[in-house]
């Protein structure tokens, strides 16, 4: 019974790490091919990078994440030295988003499309920063509703603070 659940939530852990990373190269494919070649001005690219990159790291930290918790969940607590680094991405992600804001405002895109465009990547960092690190958001569409306004601790939080 209990290595069937420990397998079940392998495999999950398996497609949620590699969602997370596969989003990441997505975003940065995206920017790459399609955002950056459009936009003309070097403040809206650089704006642009100000959102993305805090976003990459979130989305990279977030796919290790699940990756590594494979090794032990139903099994072990989180090894001391991943709960450290993710203490410390935790706070390195506030100083990234804030940093990124700065950037944005900094050099905050003339053009209404790519404004948005900019100001909704670095606003996905932040929930996705949120959705790991703060407050679980990520629900099936069914039942997202009822299940965000639980307030419920992220799993990489729980992690966080477990002992071994």
Do not use: K
């Amino acid at each position: 019974m209990w290595a069937g659940r420990r397998e079940a939530l392998r495999r999950r852990y398996l497609s949620l790490g590699l969602g997370e990373l596969a989003a990441a190269g997505v975003f940065l494919t995206v920017a790459l091919t399609m955002a950056i070649p459009r936009l003309d001005d070097q403040q809206d690219r650089l704006a642009l990078w100000s959102a993305l990159v805090p976003l990459l790291i979130v989305l990279v930290q977030a796919g290790l994440y699940w990756l590594l918790a494979r090794s032990w969940v139903e099994h072990n607590p989180m090894p001391a030295f991943l709960r450290g680094v993710y203490r410390v991405c935790r706070t390195l992600d506030v100083a990234l988003l804030a940093a990124g804001l700065v950037g944005i405002i900094v050099w905050f895109p003339a053009g209404i499309g790519a404004a948005l465009a900019v100001v909704a990547v670095w606003l996905f960092g932040v929930i996705e920063f949120v959705n790991y690190f703060v407050v679980r958001l990520s629900y099936p569409a069914r039942s997202w509703f009822s299940s965000v306004r639980q307030l419920r601790t992220p799993r990489l939080v729980r992690d966080m603070d477990s002992v071994a």
